[in-house]
């Protein structure tokens, strides 16, 4: 390769021109190295005993530690023996240090934790036949592994409410509380102080006698109260919808999913009933976070925990295709004469009412049906609606639930739909009814396969087909809604729990 000569201004100005100076700032991550019963292991510096014992296996038992809550070492079970410290120490609020050597099975650290699982167990009722946490008990599976084998308890247990199932009692309109099983770790009360963002619980009483409580018992009032029941690590916070409704072992089927009733899409598990034995056949019986760094961490709203039930409505799904018959009534019909009711000649004046809560898939094969059937105006011919409903939520909350009750707004706009509007903002329709009013649509379709009233206010597509304006009106939905009971073709869809499905979140 032959060298380059400066043989021209651009080159020569090119060498006179002052060179400026490329700089690369590469991130290195700090780790130390520490020994934990012999073992060596290396951390990022700034992780605690107690993380970097669960990072490698190793088994230490915790109780008020959550890894989405401040460190509060109030249980004192996860203490171990650090060389050259004089004490035993919490590893929940012990900072990793280079060459640390920690121990935690020593005689001294077995004797001390057994000590604090009998403190924790003197006043515990023995109800963990009947408890809700049963089978995933925190308290039940560490107290086997690490506590004393009996109680050398022989006096009543203390009794805060009543005994049995007077034990329990309100605690808001989604939980119930109670105290005879609360170890006072105070995870419910730094969750609603962190991450909600408004402190409604506290503890009330000293020693003996404390307790959890909120102001004149009134309960917790919070779009996020359902979390409670998560971070508890006993059954001392349970949810009304979950109560008394399965086992974990009576679950074999929990299927990873995300939430779709916003546009924040949530990573969530769906908790199957479906035992063989059981006639009902297969249930959901919970939905409950999964976590996911980058959208919902380790929590979700009450209304992706607790709005599910709309899916196993046996009295409104729509299982067959209708038809609506020459008395007026809609009647039901098989899918071939559904189709043939769809056939006809193509119409032009045909227009789409998609919920985003359609997925990119069906986005897609709709615009694939507009371009077939409208042609150049395909993209004028679809319209996009959603539900915008505002949600009340403490100012400082670091988990805000979306206005948009729908998760594929902005995957509908990618895909090229006409939004007529600010997808942060209730949808505008305005354009589609003004071609209705004119008289210039013969058929309306509007595909629907989310909970009634998600796709926003339709009542004006109601009175439409009311007066005659909307010639045939077509409703593929799951659910039979008041614009399903005036549609000419109903059509059954499937929600996002049938479906293998593609969203775009915010």
Known sequence: ????????RG????RQAPRRESRVSLTVMETVTLTIDGRQITVDKGRTVLQAAIDHGVQVPYYCYHPGLGVDGSCRVCIVKIEKMPKLQTACSTMCTDGMVVSTTTPDVVQARAGVFEFLLINHPLDCPVCDKGGECPLQDFSYNFGPRESRMEFPRRVFDGEGV?????FGPSLMLNRNRCILCTRCIRFMREVDGDAQ???TDRGYGSELATYREQGVHSLLSGNLMDVCPVGA??????????RPWDNPLVVDTMCTFCSKGCT???????KPEWAKGARIVRVTPRFNPDVNGYWMCDIGRFEYHWVEDDDRRIRTPMLRDATGMLAQASWSEALRALGGERRSSLRFLLSAHASLEEIYLFQRMAGALVGQDAREAIALSWRHRPKTQPPGTKFIVPPVDAPNVTGARDLGVSLNGNQDSAPDLSRLQRTIDRGDVAAVYVFDPGPDGSIGDVAWLVEARGSGKVPLL??????MTELAQVADIVLPGATSYEKDASYTND
């Open 11 to 14: 080159d020569e100005a090119e």
């Open 268 to 274: 969530t598990s769906v908790w199957i009933k479906a």
């Open 237 to 246: 916070i349970t949810t009304r919808d979950y109560r008394f409704k399965s």
């Open 474 to 479: 077509v409703y593929h939905g799951v659910l």
């Open 201 to 203: 619980i506290g503890i």
């Open 166 to 170: 007077r034990a329990d009692v309100d």
């Open 1 to 8: 390769m032959r060298p380059r000569w400066p043989s021209s």
